[in-house]
């Protein structure tokens, strides 16, 4: 019975697939097939139509226009994703979500010229990465709510800080490929920035380059419309994608963020450091400030620092730290945190 399923579900594929051709426009199907015989897959049809939907999600993620056969893996996988998924929509009504700020510096070493906002999730004491969570928000529709959430939270920490005296600088804040592609975005973002009465040149809004790809007429429409509200807009992994250069002629950035893969063992003279200076280069003829994340090493910045960036960002000065922690460093201005390392840079 099994074999006989599959039999049918490849020539339903080669069906669907087959090219056909409307108005002299060749048009390309795709289609994802879910099998759950019986009776290995269930004993009645709500069962089986269950398992073989399951089947059918699994066969989507392993990349479109292919079958899936149930297996019981697939449906304990299952149940951990949504328990996963409710432990998160919990998450969010019990405040589990918390921010940590990391700053970048100055070229100078002696200023903190922004603070990047990074979503943490406290999960019964232990702190996760939104690597772990975010992809899950997104398949929830959750993460709209935890955007906004995150929005207003980093609007009331500047308001917090500014009324404790701080000198508070350019926040950035981490968009995902959902955010981009709702088109209440930028009205919401408006409401919430003057409710808490910041302006909008005061946020930053870094997506990552993978999301340009494929010229989403809707992502770059929501792009403009953050910079018409007066946001500035950053690349984050840049030189991680396969179109670096190619998307800023379809794109209007302020800021790119180069990739830490080009800073990890740079040396001088070497390849990586050539390739950064190029890209320094090219971004001040298309004037856009120029960040190098993920720095770790002194012997990094002094590679780095005749290629003229704008700004550093990574261990050697700071690690994430909480708002608490921020206010510190902001309020008081100690000396910078590895005094030997701006001792270097002159």
Known sequence: ALQGAITVAEKLLAEVGAPYYFKGTEILVGASIGIAPFPASGQDVETLMNHADIAMYRSKESGRHGY????????????????????LERALHAGE?????QPRVATDGQRIAALEALLRWRD???LKSPHSFVPLLERTGLIGEVGDWVVASVCGQIKAWREAGCDVPLVSINLSASQLRDVGLSRRLRRILDSYDIR??????????????????????????????????????????????AYLRDYRVDVIKIDRGFISGITAGSTEALLVGGIIRLARDLSLKVVIEGVERQEEVEVL????PDEFQGYLFHRPMDAAAIRKLLCFAPD???SDVSQNWH
């Open 305 to 308: 620092l005749p290629c003229d």
């Open 124 to 126: 019964n004491g232990t």
């Open 68 to 87: 899936q056969c149930f297996t019981q893996e697939m449906r304990l996988e299952t149940t951990r994703q949504r328990a996963a998924e409710q432990a």
């Open 200 to 245: 909008p040149d005061t946020i930053e809004f870094e997506i990552t380059e993978t999301l340009l790809l494929g010229k989403d007429e809707t992502v770059k429409r929501v792009l403009q419309e953050l910079r018409e509200l007066g946001c500035s807009i950053a690349i984050d992994d840049f030189g991680a994608g396969y179109c670096s250069f």
């Open 97 to 101: 979500f918390e921010l940590f700020y």
């Open 336 to 338: 910078p945190p590895n």
